[in-house]
C-alpha cells in the first residue's frame, strides 16, 4: 500500500511539465478522492482569483490558469481534522525573475510538495486511518508573460495581509500562504504542508534531508520519531525570531523575500507561519522531491520525501500519542 502510494507519487514528480499542468494535477488530486470514497471541489477562474488571491496571482502568467483542488475525507466522523497543504508548482520559470537555464532542468519537480500530500493521503484513506483528512493542492506554473506579477508588486492574500513581490521566484510560500489561511479556518488538530521550497534547506542539509519547520516541540518530536522509524529523516531547523524582521517591508505588510541574503529557510518558513495561528499546530517541510542517482529503493528521479514519515506520525497520532 504504502509502496503504491509512494510511486504514484514518484509518477507525478516525474511526468514532463507539457502533460502535467495545473488542472491534470488537480484533476489527479480529485480522481485519487473518488477512488477512496472521498469527495473533491475544483476551485478555479473567478472564484479562485476571489478566494485564493495570492495563489492566483503566481499563475497569472501563464495560458494554463491555476485550480485548486480541495479533497475531503472521513475515516471517522469524529475523527481528528487534519489538513494537508501541498505547492503544485508545475513549472517554475522564475518569473520575470528568470531563472538560469540550468537552474530550470528539474523544475518539473516543483510540484513535489503536493505529490508528498497526494501519497500521504493515499496512504491514510487506503489504511482506513480513523481520522478526517482535508488536502489542499495548490496547482500553478509561474511563466513569463505580460499578465506575470511583477517585481514590486502589492499582493492582497486571503488573509487579508498585503504581501509586496520581491522577487518573482518566490512564488511557492506565496501559493502556500492563501492554503493556510484556508485550512485555519476549518480549525484542524494539526496543518502540516510540504513544498519544494528553498535551495537554502538543501545547501543546509543537502538532498536527503528534508527541513523541518514546526511551531510545537511536542508535534515536531513525533515528527522526528517517525521519520527515523521508517528510515524517513527529517532534521529540524529553527523558526528564529530575530530574523522575523528581516521580511519587513516598507510598502506592504510583509514582502516574500528576506532583506538579507542568509537564512533562506529559515525565513521563508517564517512568512509561511504570519499565516498560522498561534495557537494551531503547524509542521512545514522544505522537500527536495528528487533523487539525483539511483540506490536501492530509491531510483534516480522524483521522490515522495516525508510522506512516510507523516503517514507514521499520522498512525500514531490516531492513537493519541
Not at 478522492?33 to 473533491?40: D, E, K, L, P, Y
Not at 499578465?147 to 487579508?160: E, H, Q, Y
Not at 532583506?259 to 533562506?264: E, L
Amino acid at each position: 500500500m504504502i509502496a503504491e502510494a509512494i510511486c504514484a507519487a514518484r509518477d507525478l514528480i516525474n511526468m514532463p511539465a507539457a502533460e502535467l499542468g495545473p488542472q491534470a494535477l488537480a484533476e489527479a488530486a480529485a480522481a485519487l478522492a473518488a477512488r477512496h470514497g472521498g469527495s473533491a471541489e475544483i476551485i478555479a477562474g473567478p472564484a479562485l482569483e476571489e478566494g485564493f488571491p495570492c495563489m492566483a496571482a503566481v499563475g497569472a502568467g501563464s495560458p494554463r490558469a491555476p485550480h485548486l483542488a480541495v479533497l475531503r475525507w472521513e475515516g471517522a466522523a469524529d475523527g481528528p481534522l487534519i489538513a494537508l497543504c501541498g505547492k503544485g508548482v508545475c513549472f517554475d520559470t522564475g518569473g520575470l525573475d528568470l531563472k538560469p537555464s540550468a537552474s530550470m532542468l528539474r523544475m518539473k519537480k516543483d510540484m513535489g510538495g503536493a505529490a508528498v500530500m497526494l501519497a500521504v493521503a493515499e496512504m491514510v484513506m487506503r489504511a482506513r486511518l480513523p481520522l478526517r483528512l482535508l488536502v489542499l493542492i495548490g496547482a500553478v506554473e509561474n511563466a513569463i508573460s505580460g499578465s506575470a506579477m511583477r517585481p514590486m508588486d502589492v499582493l492582497r492574500t486571503r488573509k487579508g495581509l498585503r504581501v509586496e513581490i520581491g522577487n518573482t521566484d518566490a512564488e511557492g510560500r506565496l501559493v502556500l500562504c492563501d492554503l493556510l489561511q484556508f485550512a485555519a479556518e476549518h480549525n484542524p488538530a494539526m496543518i502540516l504542508d510540504a513544498a519544494t521550497l528553498t535551495g537554502a534547506a538543501r545547501v543546509a542539509l543537502g538532498p536527503d534531508l528534508p527541513a523541518l519547520f514546526c511551531n510545537d516541540d511536542a508535534l515536531s518530536e513525533k515528527f522526528l520519531s517517525a521519520g527515523m522509524a521508517v528510515q524517513d529523516p527529517l532534521w529540524r531547523l529553527p523558526l528564529h525570531e530575530g530574523y522575523d524582521s528581516w521580511l519587513d517591508s516598507p510598502y506592504a505588510d510583509l514582502s516574500n523575500i528576506s532583506t538579507k541574503p542568509m537564512a533562506g529557510a529559515v525565513t521563508a518558513a517564517l512568512f509561511l507561519r504570519r499565516f498560522v495561528p498561534q495557537s494551531q499546530p503547524w509542521a512545514h517541510l522544505d522537500v527536495y522531491a528528487w533523487n539525483d542517482t539511483t540506490r536501492p529503493g530509491r531510483p534516480e528521479g522524483g521522490e515522495a520525501q516525508g510522506a512516510r514519515a507523516i503517514f507514521k506520525m499520522l498512525h500514531d497520532f490516531k492513537k493519541g500519542l
